[in-house]
């Protein structure tokens, strides 16, 4: 068979542009004279060995066209562990297919899956070039200045809390906590922030994995905003931990690298209410928070299909062992610029917030923080009435 198609295979969670991305990349190969067939693995790798593969070629123009704008992953996704030997006979399979070249969208462990099916094409005498394109709602990869997906999610969750608080506000009578998902990196959970927006109020905290929880000095703050308000709003990631590194709330399961977390935001409202003695709450967005397309990013979704077309671009110009990446440019006005980095410096190397993003009693975020973030919202939130 003659080696000239271009496979796109994802991997990990999805996100609310994950198919941005693979709308990006599959225009530009279908546009581009010499590549003849442009081809997706349904299932993600599973589906490169299983040779259960969609021929975009074959795809209506109208359906095609859908894919920025729909959620989850058009053409599937796994967590399917590898070993070794695996990424020798996925290198092998491709070559039997007639694979030339090959994209891989997805976070942390797709990059090294990724970076892994590149040193065995590579060392193996495979003539296949790979390309990655990077995909985290929790914008956990490495040496890019965000990924696709994560802005989504972020509009999501700002937006989400604004309501909440515009309902606790109504009602004053409870603590409400709401966990945010994010592993180890607490962007998401820090852009409930933007709640502000609102026009009633943003979330009274926001406590984030990057710094050691404190059950008593969460209830100390707990308790001033009963004082003070007789009500209050937490923001939580999904992975606080004390310090000695045990979680709040313990893990249901860890398969791998996948942990199924139990639930923070429950076990802070039973504490609130047994040890204070006051209503709370929890609330859990769970994953409609990285699925939501009504609150899709329009500055995500142009970035992800940007990816996805540099990343076709710079495979079929022969640069490979890399991924695509966001470097920005500047702030106000938002202007930021696509890089190409070497799939090695992000393979499974996680960015968590940095210090000046968070406050100093570590149950916020700091300005720099909002300068950070909010152009990649998109436009402002919906503002809403209130009279109390």
Known sequence: MEADGLLVVHGGGPTAVINASLYGAVDEALNTPGVGRVLGALGGVGGITDGNLV?????????????????????????????????????????????RWLLCTGGNGTMDTCGKIWRACHEGGVPIDVVGIPKTMDNDIAVTDHAPGFASAARYMAATTSAICCDVRGLPIHIVIVEAMGRNA??????????????????????????????????????????????????????LHAADGTPVAPPLMTVGRATYFGDVSAHLAK???????????????????????????????????????????????????????????SNEPYESRLIRIPIEQVMLDERTMPDEYINERGNGVTDAFRRWCRPLLGPELPRFASFV
């Open 186 to 239: 607490g962007w998401v959970s820090a852009s409930s922030c933007f709640a502000d927006e609102s026009g009633t109020g943003g979330p009274d905290l926001i406590y984030l994995p990057e710094r050691a929880f404190d059950e008593r000095a969460f209830l100390d703050d707990a308790q001033r905003l009963i004082d003070e308000k007789g009500s209050g709003v937490v923001v939580v990631s999904e992975g």
């Open 271 to 329: 504490l609130v209410i047994s040890e204070l003695g006051y209503k709370a709450r929890s609330e859990k967005p769970g994953l409609i928070g990285r699925a939501s397309i009504a609150w899709q990013s329009p500055v995500d979704r142009e970035e992800a299909i940007g990816c996805g077309r540099e990343a076709t671009r710079a495979v079929l110009e022969g640069d490979s062992g890399k991924m695509v990446g966001i470097e920005r440019l």
């Open 55 to 99: 021929d975009f070629g074959q795809v209506s123009r109208d359906k095609l066209d859908l894919l920025p704008f729909s959620p989850s992953s058009a053409i599937g996704t796994s967590r399917k562990p590898l070993e070794d030997e695996d990424y020798r006979e996925l290198a092998h399979a491709l070559d039997r297919q007639g694979i």
